[in-house]
């Protein structure tokens, strides 16, 4: 099975080598959300291990933009983040394993080859009545308290960044003009008033991963 590996950290990284490299094929890395689509693109694996909280453009957005673009690899999650609107979004991507990043290795393993059999794995850390509500597909629809497009997610994930309009219109290619565009609609419809406000919501529901 070819494996494609997405962190931010070095060490994270270095670390999944040393545990996968011998049972599976590792055909790459990833450093961030923008690096982990074209990658995963090119590279065209059969399995994506990502890391949620990344630059750029975090870990379930960017498997959102591989899955319009026809990437079909089965992703499994390995995050730092216990919590269960995470889940319930990496789930609406079309993730296949969910596992905590204070696991043990073991379980990593287990959640690939689970993956690989179509089946879905999340961490026992997590289980309970509303993780097991998670995973039947039709509970899920309507949680999300605000419906994003993926640019808006894209430039929201910037702006918690703390890059400028200028910043978020040079990475994702539009005008500075069209990145505040996509700002004010989004603090409109969530009836904030600053920036500030509109990342702490966000992150706080879940819609964007911190760093």
């Known amino acids: 099975m070819r494996v494609l590996l997405a962190d931010d950290h070095k060490i994270v990284l270095d670390g999944l080598r040393g545990l996968l490299a011998t049972e599976f094929d590792l055909c790459g890395t ?5 690096e982990l689509v ?7 694996p059969d399995m994506i291990v ?12 960017a498997v959102r933009k591989l899955r319009e673009a026809g990437v079909n690899a089965k992703v499994v999650f390995l995050t730092m983040h216990p919590d269960v609107s995470y889940l319930s979004r990496a789930l609406d991507a079309g993730a296949a394993g969910y596992v905590l990043k204070h696991a043990a ?19 026992p850390q997590l ?3 509303s993780v097991d509500e998670l995973l039947d597909p039709t509970k899920r629809q309507g949680k999300q308290t605000i419906e994003l497009t993926g640019r808006q997610r894209e430039v929201l994930q910037l702006l918690a ?3 400028s309009a200028k910043e ?7 005008s500075p003009r069209t990145v505040e565009t996509h700002k004010y609609k989004m ?11 509109l990342v702490q919501y966000a992150v706080k529901a879940g819609l964007i991963a911190p760093l």
């Open 127 to 129: 289980r309970g009545a």
């Open 187 to 197: 603090m409109d419809g969530l009836g904030v008033k600053t920036t500030a406000q």
């Open 161 to 163: 960044e703390g890059k």
């Open 38 to 44: 074209q990658k995963a693109s090119a590279l065209q």
């Open 50 to 61: 990502a890391d949620i909280s990344m630059p750029l453009l975090n870990g379930i957005d």
């Open 105 to 123: 290795a073991e379980e990593l393993v287990t959640a690939i080859r689970e993956a690989a059999r179509g089946r879905i794995f999340v961490s």
């Open 30 to 34: 990833a450093s961030d959300g923008l």
């Open 168 to 174: 978020i219109g040079a990475i994702l290619d539009i």
